[in-house]
Nanobody, 118 residues
């Protein structure tokens, strides 16, 4: 069973940066399409960035140009570099597989909360 652990969130001011990390115990990530999702309070969880096994990445329009998803295969970790943060980026952030059916997603971790003040 894969256990996902996200970290790196916090409280920042608009315009600042954060880097989120994701570890998946019991699973090698470098051959798996992975994504970062976020869930603003009271809203649905949505995919905002994904990276394929081959390394190509794509982004939701709301974060494109500001966020970068990448892997460290040696560390078996997934990252999300978030620059020029905006108050609307405030959410709980999660990692999980991408490009799979909902039933194929791994169990969700606890996520990491990002709060961006104006």
């Amino acid at each position: 069973q894969v256990q996902l652990v996200e970290s790196g969130g916090g409280l920042v001011q608009a315009g600042e940066s954060l880097t989120l990390s994701c570890e998946a115990s019991g699973r090698v990530l470098n051959n798996t399409a992975m994504g970062w999702y976020r869930e603003p309070s009271g809203k649905k969880r949505v995919l905002i960035a994904n990276i394929r096994a081959g390394g190509s990445a794509s982004y939701a329009a709301s974060v494109k140009g500001r966020f970068t998803i990448y892997r460290d295969n040696d560390q078996n970790k997934l990252y999300l570099q978030m620059n020029r943060l905006k108050p609307e980026d405030t959410a709980v952030y999660y990692c999980n597989r991408a490009f799979v059916l909902d039933r194929e997603l791994w169990d969700w971790g606890q996520g990491t909360r990002v709060t961006v003040s104006a």
